[in-house]
């Protein structure tokens, strides 16, 4: 069965500054989709970015950019020039693209901007 | 074009009643997948529908149902509450596979 590991619970970072959130897989399968999730106080889930496996590049949307290591199962998320707008609960998850499958979710990483 | 509408927001409910709850997904997503959120457990996935036949199903005990009707919207429903059914209920709604899901707001349950 797949899993996804966020080793961070929570992670604070400057106002303006670079942060960097953790995200392992385990799968055995070779076409998949990855994806960050920001659910904020409101407690809307929001989609921030999403990677297909099959795709070299890493994706990125604005100040969100990812790190995808496909041997490696390793899926990290950077937030660019911190917002105070980005405080939130981030979940990466997994959902396959060879079967019709639920999408996992990690456990999240709490995430706190320092004015 | 309208979002994932989840109904009610807050509902507070005694132990052993049922409860339902009603979600419309975005139009001409037929997919709708329903989690449950809590702090010590995280995401959950209850069930997904997809064209009105349950497509996938979380390991929850039977008290806990859905459907999907023919216009795409869901119900779930929960009986006999329990006291650890308190949590945030989320529906999510997707067009395919790749895509993602697009959620609700989702109805924070209370069960006293």
């Known amino acids: 069965a797949q899993t996804v590991t966020q080793s961070q619970p929570e992670m604070s970072v400057q106002e303006a500054e670079t942060v960097t959130l953790s995200c392992t897989y385990d799968?055995?399968?070779?076409?998949?989709?990855l994806f960050w999730y920001k659910q904020p106080p409101s407690r809307q889930m929001i989609l921030v970015i999403r990677?297909?496996?099959?795709?070299?590049q890493n994706a990125t949307e604005n100040r969100f950019s990812v790190n995808f290591q496909k041997a490696a199962k390793s899926f990290s998320l950077k937030i660019s020039d911190s917002q105070l707008g980005d405080a939130a609960m981030y979940f990466c998850?997994?959902?396959?693209?060879?079967?019709?499958?639920?999408?996992?979710f990690g456990k999240g990483t709490r995430l706190h901007i320092l004015p | 074009k309208a979002g994932v509408t989840q109904t009610p927001r807050y509902l507070i409910k005694t132990r052993g009643q049922q409860v339902t709850l009603s979600c419309s997904p975005i139009?001409?997503?037929?997919?709708v997948s329903w989690y449950q959120q809590t702090p010590g457990q995280g995401l959950q996935f209850l069930f997904e529908?997809?064209?009105?036949?349950?497509?996938n199903k979380g390991n929850f005990p039977g008290r806990f149902s859905g459907r999907q009707f023919s216009n795409s919207r869901s119900e779930m429903n929960v009986s006999t509450l329990e006291l650890g059914d308190s949590a945030l209920y989320l529906c999510?709604?997707?067009?395919?596979?790749?895509?993602?899901?697009?959620f609700g707001s989702g109805t924070r349950l209370t069960v006293v």
């Open positions: 998850a997994y959902r396959s693209a060879e079967r019709d499958d639920k999408i996992i």
């Open positions: 799968t055995s399968e070779s076409d998949y989709y």
């Open positions: 990677q297909e496996a099959y795709k070299q």
């Open positions: 139009s001409g997503h037929r997919s």
């Open positions: 529908y997809f064209s009105e036949t349950q497509r």
């Open positions: 999510a709604s997707a067009t395919g596979s790749g895509y993602g899901y697009t």
